[in-house]
């Protein structure tokens, strides 16, 4: 039985990708950090995925589908950095974000980010002045999360810790600002990256296990991306067949998410798409394509809190009447996972498959050119309550498409539970 009708969206901290949550900063889960010092690697077993091969490995075969998901939102939600990778701009005067001046009657700090190109990578510097006096400190963006559809965040690692840096890029405004959660005030650099957030933004990283400190990780074993056997599974042995006898396998280990029952086609979605699913019941990286979802996460109390619109494609998608009236419908009857997405407009004709012209409303009074866009009617825009980033004297909040398919009334106003 599926669980994840209803789940709450609590990822208000992070990214605006749309795809998880980091821990609060300063909540205990990891000691603050030093600044950035070198560490011998400690040996970590990669047993547990010493089955995967790697999309180049996959691509070798499945090439049209390998070229077209290179270029996906799943496939950059991470990424190593670089002047490709990150979106923010480093040229002089649109690297600084300024926070607040100091206060010197009050004894307030004037803060101040500049984000930096070195010879040796990219680099955040904090930048503190009270009572005439500055300090500074800088780390280093080590790995990007975000295919910058709505923004970035990054994150750097100490030792064999990774940390979420306080400077984020938001894709709308085209500028830097603090990380969604992170208040105008004292530069930030301890909150960690969880293993239940990068579960959701890169294909795979050993954690270690060290008491109450969550975000300590084996940097030689992380797979940016989220990559092919996320959803099909490890490749090795489907691979080791093909070589010796080519053609169509019978028991195929690799996972055909089509072929699944649509609960488990679903679970694979809802695993990050779920909204504030957060609580692991195992190990992060631990689910496999097919599996039941509540085996791996559990679900929240309180089934009935308002789904926002951050994170909650599943939830939302499921209280819609023409999820519960259409029992083949999953999530892939709308998006193709190998193609990057398209606009709003062109899933119309999936909207007329079942769908008459003549039985919207609008038709009388629009014509049919209504047929040209179903989605901006049935499936809005709104603001998300979940993502909010309080940068100086702005409050900075994005906009993501509801799932949940209805008729709207007037903008602004909520629809009635009957109408789903």
């Not at 009857?333 to 079942?354: G, I, Q």
């Amino acid at each position: 039985m599926m669980f994840h009708k209803g789940i709450r969206s609590g990822c208000i901290l992070l990214l605006l990708t749309g795809l998880g949550v980091f821990a609060p900063a300063s909540q205990g889960v990891s000691q603050t950090p030093p600044a950035s010092s070198k560490q011998e690697q400690p040996k970590v077993s990669l047993a547990s995925r010493a089955s995967f091969v790697g999309d180049e490995t996959c691509s070798s075969c499945h090439r049209e589908e390998g070229a077209s998901y290179a270029h996906t939102a799943h496939h950059l939600t991470s990424q190593m950095p670089d002047e490709q990778s990150i979106l923010g701009s480093f040229s002089e005067g649109a690297n600084l974000l300024k926070i607040s001046d100091p206060a010197p009657v009050i004894g307030d700090p004037g803060v101040s980010y500049k984000m930096e190109r070195r010879g040796d990578g990219y680099f955040v510097t904090a930048i503190t002045e009270i009572n005439g006096q500055q300090q500074s400190r800088s780390e280093r963006m080590d790995l990007v999360i975000g295919s910058g559809t709505r923004g970035q965040s990054y994150l750097y690692w100490s030792g064999d810790a990774l940390f979420e840096l306080p400077v984020s890029y938001w894709s709308d405004g085209r500028q830097w600002i603090n990380s969604p959660g992170y208040r105008n005030g004292t530069p930030v650099f301890d909150r960690p990256a969880s293993p239940r957030c990068l579960e959701c933004h890169i294909t795979y990283i050993d954690q270690i296990p060290s008491g109450s400190s969550v975000n300590r990780y084996n940097r030689a074993s992380l797979v940016p991306g989220i990559g092919c056997e996320v959803c099909h599974g490890a490749g090795a042995e489907h691979v080791a067949r093909h070589k010796a006898q080519p053609g169509p396998l019978r028991g195929d280990p690799i996972v055909n998410p089509t072929r699944l029952a649509r609960d488990r086609q679903i679970d694979m979605c809802a695993l990050c798409h779920n909204g504030a699913l957060q609580t692991a019941n195992v190990k992060a990286f631990a689910y496999k394509p097919g599996e039941p979802l509540n085996g791996h996460l559990k679900a929240p109390e309180d089934m009935n809190l308002h789904l926002d619109v951050h994170a909650n494609q599943v939830g939302l998608l499921e209280a819609s009447r023409c999820y519960r009236s259409s029992p083949e419908m999953t999530c892939s009857t709308c998006h193709d996972v190998h193609a990057p997405e398209r606009t709003a407009a062109s899933y119309s004709p999936k909207c007329l498959a079942c769908h008459q012209v003549t039985s919207c409303g609008m038709e009388k009074k629009l014509g049919h050119r209504i047929a040209d866009n179903c989605i901006d009617c049935h499936m809005p825009v709104e603001q998300t309550n979940a993502i909010v980033s309080e940068t100086g004297d702005q409050v900075i909040r994005t906009n993501m498409r509801s799932h949940t398919i209805a008729v709207y009334p007037q903008q602004g106003q909520p629809f009635s539970q009957e109408k789903r």
